[in-house]
């Protein structure tokens, strides 16, 4: 099965990173293109993968096609590639607010095509994927591509009605926590610890809560509840977090987060 990669940013550097280190396939069957033979050159000696400038000769190579560019040169790719896609190519699309509508409206015909919203700490292998395909697109090759991104990502199925929450919750959401650690790592170093040692501190709370979450399947609130001991210190600043209003604050992010992607 050959891979293509329109795009190979951030995103896309941590989506090849998974699916190679992760044996889910071989840099040889990965191409990928970019805007710059300097791109490609930086691109070749990171990931070991084949580089172009050539986004229509990675189309007629792909089985199944990546669309990682920005959403704003979306229809732009789409305008150049259309006419050179065949019917039998499954096109993954990682941009938020573009519906599997949309897709058929500027393919000018309905393809394979998944939506997809992954997030950042798919570079370090914990990603978490919404993910949702048109009629064109059967049971095996949707697990086909889930079972291709697991390699960097959790994935879950959702009604393509749901993508844009998914953004919310999970595509954005990593700048929300990364916010919150770096406020627990300054609130350290101003109660006098190392700022190196306060970011560790911190982001490991952070990912420790988070597993007890998933592992335990305890509701948050029980497992908050288990740290504030009567009469204690948590339990204080717990008051203080809710008389500053934290979560009416990510409440408000949040919905802001999910009117924006409506609208793209």
Not at 108 to 117: A, F, N, Q, S
Request: hydrophobic share 45%; proline share 3%; with cysteine.
């Amino acid at each position: 099965m050959k891979i293509g990669f329109i795009g190979c940013g951030n995103m896309g550097k941590a989506m090849i990173h998974g699916m190679i280190d992760s044996g889910k396939c071989a840099a040889s069957d990965i191409t990928a293109s970019v805007k710059t033979e300097k791109s490609a050159e930086e691109c070749r000696n990171d990931l070991g993968i084949n580089v172009t400038t050539d986004n229509i000769s990675v189309v007629r190579s792909a089985d199944v096609l990546f669309l990682a560019v920005k959403p704003q040169f979306f229809e732009e790719v789409i305008g150049q590639i259309k006419d050179e896609i065949a019917d039998n190519v499954i096109i993954v699309s990682i941009a938020p607010g573009k519906t599997l509508s949309w897709f058929d409206e500027k393919f000018k015909r309905e393809l394979k095509v998944i939506r997809t919203m992954p997030n950042t700490p798919a570079m370090v292998g914990e990603g978490m994927m919404g993910v949702c395909a048109n009629t064109k697109v059967s049971d095996d090759e949707l697990k086909m591509v889930e079972d291709l991104c697991s390699g960097f990502s959790k994935t879950e199925v959702v009604d393509e009605k749901l993508m844009d929450v998914v953004t919310a919750v999970s595509g954005s959401s990593p700048a929300y926590v990364f916010m919150f650690i770096e406020a627990m790592a300054d609130a350290a170093v101003a109660g006098g610890m190392p700022r190196q040692k306060a970011y560790t501190f911190a982001a490991q709370a952070v990912l420790g809560s988070a597993k007890m979450v998933l592992e335990t399947g305890m509701h948050p609130g029980e497992l908050k509840d288990m740290v504030c001991s009567p009469a204690g210190t948590t339990i204080q600043a717990v008051r203080v977090l809710e008389e500053k209003g934290m979560r009416s604050a990510v409440f408000e992010a949040m919905m802001k987060c999910l009117d924006i992607s409506r609208k793209m």
